[in-house]
């Protein structure tokens, strides 16, 4: 459940003010994106815990905010045991 100040976020807008207890967690590195010239940082509220990344590109002005969910665990990949000749 959002907060109040998180839900009065502006998403997919860029310049929009986030709020006062939105922690900074840093930056993301991301080749594609550095290559553009875009940076992407990711911050957490610290008052309802809700993920959020701001991309900061001067080229698109639908960036900027957007939540995201980083309480599912990542994809597990399975790796397969080598394949063994009988010989």
Same mark, same amino acid.
């Given at each position: ?27 993301? $590195?991301? @080749? !594609?994106?550095? +290559? /553009?010239?875009?940076?992407?940082? &990711? ?26 969910? $980083?309480? @599912? !665990?990542?994809? +597990? /990949?399975?790796?397969?045991?080598? &394949?063994?000749?009988?010989?």
């Amino acid at each position: 459940m959002l907060c109040g100040q998180c839900a009065a976020i502006t998403v997919d807008q860029a310049g929009a003010p986030g709020h006062k207890n939105l922690i900074s967690l840093g930056h993301v $590195r991301s @080749l !594609p994106l550095a +290559q /553009r010239g875009v940076t992407h940082e &990711a911050f957490t509220c610290g008052e309802c815990g809700a993920n959020w990344d701001y991309l900061h590109d001067r080229r698109n002005p639908a960036s900027g905010w957007a939540l995201c969910d $980083r309480t @599912l !665990p990542a994809p +597990q /990949r399975s790796i397969d045991p080598p &394949a063994v000749e009988a010989a």
